[in-house]
């Protein structure tokens, strides 16, 4: 059997020394035992249509599988792959004999649609075409690296909790299963990177420095190592390490810089940016972000572009920049969206909403944040990346906030939804329908110290005076205890005292009174529209009459505001 795993003998011919980074199974042998030398990447298309048009499709793929795999494990550019991958995706349009063969090269063109296209979508897509061959074929090794791509692309799209579920699985099969080590590497260099986008640099680095150790243990390939530690530097940067990441950067550059590795320069520059903008340094990271985007951009590695443009963006905020900062955001942003980058978009917004509250805009940073809400799928906090939690802080500070990110979300505009801590209340959570109307009741009341006595006749109101009460208490303890497990401390976001009954600024946001704020602050209209157009307040089976009321204020509000500004919502 012909293999190209880290562990087995490598293939030397003339041209090239197979050292696969990104092998991460068995290959199977070409047809009749034919095995063609590698040639350059440049020549790489006409040999592979030469094999395919001899009827040797499966040898075909082999040979545009160690192209690419030659091509990846020198951490150089990729723009020079397109042509190779071009053919490999049509050889797979038409059935394989083997099907471990086209699974590693579904999780090789997965691979390229992340780092070359920054595309997301079609990195998941072709990740789990690998993964469901895989699985068929019991090949642990190639479904751990599957796992490990589409841990990274999840949270590249804003789904960081389902991707750190998806590692954690996948270091328990690591370690229970004959799993060889390079895919162990794999998985635990991404857990280290999804580790760093929740916000866990401790975590990152740990997970990291474990990678590294099985890397040096089981003798893998030197581009094996040099990527991690690409990873380490990115966790050294993202922990302040000012030491550590100067030697990792010195490790690093003595191997990418002469050798002209322009994926490992662009990433080592945006490592270091990282650091530079964390230690208060926002010209050095402006500069070390134009040195990622140019390396990245000759080398065609167009995820690193993606995040050094961000970087680009996060500096220009810091030095009040403003226009420059706004205008590349302007031009990344359909691109990051198209490719389902929604987590670098929506980190994006979140630093022009800074800019503006420094700025003493705070309606129309208020409105950024939401716009950077909106791009974090349900259940997801929004998470700073580049920053440190101080300065999380300081947007909440500026924005009137209580220093802590908003632990209890309510939807009511369109549809009713409440989370806590993440996780969605659902009508099973619910221990009641009074305690669900009691939600409501409170919102409609506007949240601020709302007499208990008005909420017990508004939910009770047949019910005599200290029943009534007797009720809402129970209410109120359930709604307190509201998407807790058993032995778990309650959110503190509903406040009792003096008779008054209040939903916690700070802990507790709601988009109703959101938009209230905005109006009455007589903000941008369309920007109110652009926030806001999620349809009425509380459709449907909500025709309580304190609800309708509400309703009717907030529909009163809206059409006045039209009326002033003469701007429809239409």
């Not at 795999?69 to 020198?74: A, E, G, K, N, T």
């Not at 086209?102 to 920054?118: F, I, K, N, Q, T």
């Not at 791509?149 to 789904?159: E, P, T, Y």
Request: net charge negative; glycine share 10%; with cysteine.
């Amino acid at each position: 059997m012909v293999t190209f795993s880290g562990n087995d003998q490598r293939i030397r011919d003339p041209e090239v020394e197979i050292k696969a980074t990104f092998q991460w199974a068995h290959l199977l042998p070409a047809p009749d035992g034919a095995l063609c030398p590698s040639p350059a990447a440049g020549g790489a298309t006409d040999w592979i249509r030469k094999l395919a048009a001899g009827g040797l499709a499966d040898a075909a793929i082999l040979a545009g599988l160690r192209v690419i795999d030659v091509q990846l494990s020198r951490g150089a550019g990729l723009a020079s792959l397109a042509g190779p991958r071009a053919e490999l995706l049509a050889l797979l349009d038409v059935p394989v004999t083997a099907p471990l063969l086209a699974s590693e090269s579904w999780l090789r063109l997965g691979v390229l649609a992340l780092l070359a296209e920054a595309d997301v979508v079609q990195a998941v897509e072709t990740a789990q075409k690998s993964l469901h061959l895989a699985v068929e074929g019991d090949e642990i090794s190639l479904q751990l690296s599957c796992l490990a791509l589409l841990g990274v692309a999840d949270a590249l799209a804003g789904r960081v909790v389902r991707a750190d579920v998806r590692l954690s699985d996948a270091v328990f099969l690591c370690a229970r299963r004959d799993a060889t080590l390079l895919a162990q590497v794999v998985v635990r260099g991404a857990a280290g990177l999804v580790a760093l986008m929740l916000g866990e640099p401790e975590r990152a680095d740990a997970e990291l420095v474990t990678a590294a150790g099985l890397a040096g243990a089981a003798g893998l390939p030197e581009a094996v190592p040099v990527l991690l530690l690409g990873h380490r530097l990115y966790a050294a940067a993202a922990l302040g390490r000012e030491a550590e990441s100067a030697d990792c950067a010195r490790l690093l550059g003595e191997v990418c810089i002469p050798a002209g590795r322009c994926l490992l320069c662009a990433y080592r520059h945006l490592a270091l940016g990282v650091l530079a903008l964390r230690s208060g340094q926002a010209l050095r990271a402006l500069e070390r972000a134009d040195a990622c985007i140019e390396q990245a951009g000759a080398g065609g590695v167009g995820l690193l572009l993606a995040l050094g443009t961000l970087l680009r963006v996060q500096a220009l905020a810091d030095l009040h920049r403003g226009p420059e900062a706004r205008e590349a955001f302007k031009l990344a942003s359909p691109g990051w969206l198209a490719t389902g980058l929604n987590r670098i978009a929506a980190v994006a917004h979140q630093e022009l909403a800074m800019l503006d509250a420094r700025s003493g805009e705070r309606d129309r940073a208020r409105t950024g944040l939401a716009a950077a809400r909106a791009l974090v799928p349900a259940g997801e906090m929004l998470r700073p990346l580049h920053r440190p939690r101080a300065w999380v802080d300081e947007l909440e500070a500026l924005l009137g906030g209580t220093g802590v990110q908003p632990r209890v979300r309510i939807q009511t505009l369109g549809e009713f939804i409440v989370e806590i801590d993440g996780r969605r209340i659902y009508d099973r959570d619910w221990k009641g329908q009074r305690t669900r109307m009691l939600l409501i009741a409170l919102i409609c009341e506007g949240g601020q110290k709302v007499p208990a006595t008005r909420l017990a006749d508004m939910l009770w109101p047949d019910a005599e005076g200290d029943k009534a009460l007797q009720n809402l208490k129970v209410a109120l303890h359930r709604l307190r205890r509201l998407g807790c497990l058993e032995g778990d401390e309650p959110v503190n976001w509903v406040h009792v005292k003096h008779g008054v009954v209040s939903l916690v600024r700070g802990l507790c946001w709601v988009d109703v009174h959101e938009m209230e704020a905005l109006l009455d602050a007589r903000a941008n209209w369309r920007e109110v529209i652009v926030q806001h157009d999620e349809g009425e307040f509380l459709p449907g089976d909500f025709s309580h009459p304190w609800v309708v009321r509400y309703r009717e204020r907030i529909q009163f509000m809206l059409e006045k505001q039209e009326n002033e500004t003469g701007v429809s919502s239409l």
